[in-house]
């Protein structure tokens, strides 16, 4: 039994000083903590040693990344209602005006370009197409396409000019149907800007842009799939820079992609600079290397440029064809740096691409594939909505297709709400799978613990006390803990895991310990009392700064502080179970860390006996700023602190001061169907702690 009081008796006579009641005075202004952002550079990616390591990983970042999307669970897939019209006929190809609904009201637009003289079923390729200005419609200057020549990034005027339509008609040419469409607010896409959800109602229901895209994409997948003269097993997906993004994106999501080339945005540099590539938990843990890593053992080709894809083939490919070596299948990754160009989907970039489209989707085609002249046609005639085919009437903006997104996800929601051992279990996986990202932890075993204790800071009072630092294995923050023994030293290896806002000064008044932690002494157990994140004095004199035009570019790459206060609770119960080698913890949480230890609980399986918690009348509709600390993106896409709270079935438990935030309607069903109903105790009335804790150690 590994206890933290094996040492000399001396040392615990030692004299030291007790957690002070009040925080040191601060000096200094309080300090904005030094967080991640999407310009850091080292997002690099670790392939694992075996291929069933890397299934198991790949499973929990398509996990992550779903759920960050707000696609967990996928919404249901309404008819396209699909309108093609305007054929445009060209010398080998013909292009068409296409627009249907990805959602009811909210539409995707693009052109369709299709290979003349080819018979049966044909080869695809789904072309998103990136910041360029205006998008599809993108028409470089004389003057800037004069430059691509002179700098033999480009050959033809045509292809300096329109770059973008360049690609879509050589892919048509080598026997490919196109599918080139908008990103929102481009283009034929301007129901909706391109900086639409970025308020604290859509973080607390897990909707953004980029999500939106990303079903967009899915939906444009679906449209292309669906063709009579495709071969839904010979489709390829293309783009550059949020192209790119959007590309390696619904290539980790959607098993029906068969090549994918992203273009200048797989890095271990920077991640994508725009609203519609960032998103909440999105990179938290993980970066474009790996999510671009899970099409593996597919095709996967790439270019880099002179911008943040500069060292792709030195940081990146090498740990891509590490994985592809699991597979045996090392040469389906490749990816070409042009240093000479900058940021780009030049015909120099785009020829690797026709070569590796060529190679993997069979086309049959002599190497190398080169260009061929092309005659462009003029923006305004490519634009889908005219006179006989205008928008349709039931088109909406913004505010609706946020109203349809929540309409439905609470009707998805409200079919996990437990009945039976059934729905019971998938509560657990879908809102259970929901909370392991939304805090981006689980409880960790032994292996996941590092420690380092404090000498010279034991002394004996009401009891024995020890404080020690406890951190995760590769962080660098650790969480310091104050535990507290009964005086004669003999407990009955049952812990108590203490969480408060003040953290170990809540143990304390006028030099003493208070009555509800010496009731826990007296039933012979132990306190375990942590600072977790920016709370008690671990919190002094420090704030978490939230970026103020998008809460996605902070919470995509940290987590946010409730999530990480959770995560400190969890290490602390993890924490009290491996040192004090027993598996009877109790978890108590007062006043506001109420809510944080019920999160918690619902990670900790049966590492937990019992948990009281003050839910302090909190809802998580009360969140009206995405710097608010209670902040939980997510939240109220998978039923609030409610159903997230009925995660804790069958454990017991005892919640109190929960009058007016629903707790019922969720906790006392997954109860009853867990065959618990005798383990749950419930007050709407705030109840003292000395009751509470004679119920926790009874």
């Known amino acids: 039994m590994m206890r933290l009081f094996a040492l000399p008796a001396l040392l615990l006579l030692a004299a030291g000083a007790l957690p002070s009641a009040e925080p040191p005075p601060n000096k200094k202004p309080p300090q904005p903590l030094p967080l991640r952002t999407l310009h850091d550079k080292d997002f690099f990616f670790k392939p694992p040693a075996t291929r069933q390591a890397w299934e198991a990983r790949r499973k929990e970042v398509r996990e992550q990344l779903l759920v960050a999307l707000g696609l967990w669970p996928m919404p249901p897939k309404t008819p396209l209602r699909p309108v093609v019209h305007g054929k445009i006929a060209r010398d080998g190809y013909t292009v068409e005006k296409v627009f249907f609904a990805s959602l009811p ?106 999500g939106l895209q990303t079903w967009n994409s899915i939906r444009a997948l679906d449209f292309l799939a669906a063709l009579p003269d495709v071969d839904p097993k010979r489709i390829g997906v293309t783009g550059a820079s949020g192209g790119g993004t959007q590309t390696f994106l619904l290539c980790a999501l959607d098993e029906r992609p068969a090549v994918a080339f992203p273009a200048v945005m797989v890095s271990t540099k920077m991640q994508g600079g725009c609203v519609c590539e960032n998103c909440s938990y999105l990179r938290i843990g993980t970066g474009n290397v790996e999510i671009a890593a899970m099409f593996a053992p597919k095709p996967l080709g790439m270019t880099g440029a002179n911008d943040w894809t500069l060292e792709i083939e030195k940081k990146g490919l090498p740990e891509l064809k590490a994985l592809y070596k699991l597979y045996g299948a090392e040469e389906k990754v490749a990816a070409k740096c042009f240093p000479e160009f900058g940021h780009n989907y030049n015909q120099v970039s785009r020829e690797v691409m026709y070569d590796w489209l060529n190679a993997h989707l069979k086309l049959g085609l002599a190497s190398p594939v080169k260009e061929s002249p092309f005659e462009p046609i003029p923006p305004k005639e490519l634009s889908v909505y005219t006179k006989d085919h205008p928008l349709p009437k ?297 009751k509470v804790i004679e119920w926790l150690v009874r």
């Not at 360049?166 to 080598?174: E, Y």
């Not at 026997?175 to 896409?189: E, L, N, P, Q």
């Not at 301007?190 to 897990?206: N, P, Q, V």
């Not at 896409?637 to 935030?661: D, I, Q, S, V």
């Open 394 to 690: 039931d088109a909406v903006g913004e505010e609706r297709v946020r109203q349809y997104l929540t309409e439905t996800s609470d009707k998805q929601l409200a079919a996990l709400k437990p009945r039976d051992a059934a729905t019971l279990a998938e509560h657990r996986r879908v809102i259970g799978t929901a909370l392991r990202v939304m805090i981006h932890d689980k409880l960790p075993g032994k292996e996941g613990l590092a420690r380092k204790d404090e000498k010279g800071t034991l002394v004996k009072l009401d009891g024995a006390y020890a404080k020690i630092h406890v951190r995760r294995p590769g962080e660098k923050r650790s969480i310091p803990i104050l535990v507290v023994r009964p005086k004669n030293m003999r407990d009955n290896g049952t812990v108590v895991v203490w969480i408060h806002p003040r953290g170990q000064d809540s143990l304390f008044e006028d030099g003493k310990l208070v009555p509800a932690a010496q009731k826990i002494l007296a039933a012979k157990a132990v306190v375990f009392a942590p600072d977790v994140f920016l709370s008690g004095q671990e919190g002094h004199g420090r704030t978490y700064p939230v970026n103020k035009s998008y809460a996605g570019y902070t919470y995509g790459y940290n987590r946010p502080v409730l999530s990480q206060r959770v995560s400190d609770v969890l290490t602390t119960v993890a924490e009290a179970r491996v040192r004090w080698d027993t598996d009877k913890v109790h978890l108590v949480g007062f006043e506001e860390a109420g809510p944080w230890v019920l999160l918690a609980r619902g990670l900790c399986g049966d590492g937990v006996k019992r948990t009281a918690a003050d839910i302090h009348g909190f809802r998580f509709e009360k969140v009206r700023t995405t710097s608010d600390e209670m902040m939980l993106p997510g939240a109220l896409k998978y039923g609030g602190l409610p159903a997230l709270t009925a995660l804790a079935a069958p454990g017991e438990l005892f919640l109190h001061n929960h009058r007016g935030t629903g707790m019922g309607g969720w906790v006392k069903p997954a109860y009853k169907a867990a065959g618990a109903e005798k383990k749950l105790h419930t007050s709407g009335e705030k109840v003292g702690s000395d």
């Open 105 to 210: 009201g909210h539409y995707v637009s693009g052109n369709l370009y299709r290979p003349t003289g080819k018979k049966g079923r044909l080869p695809a390729v789904l072309s998103p197409h990136g910041h360029w200005p205006q998008g599809r419609f993108f028409e470089a200057k004389d003057a800037a396409a004069k430059a691509e020549i002179a700098g033999k990034g480009e050959q033809a005027l045509a292809g300096a000019r329109y770059p973008l339509q360049a690609r879509c008609a050589q892919l048509a040419r080598m026997g490919c149907v196109v599918f080139h469409y908008d990103m929102v607010g481009y283009a034929d896409s301007k129901a909706l800007g391109h900086t639409a959800f970025t308020g604290a109602d859509a973080e607390l229901r897990l909707q953004s842009l980029f």
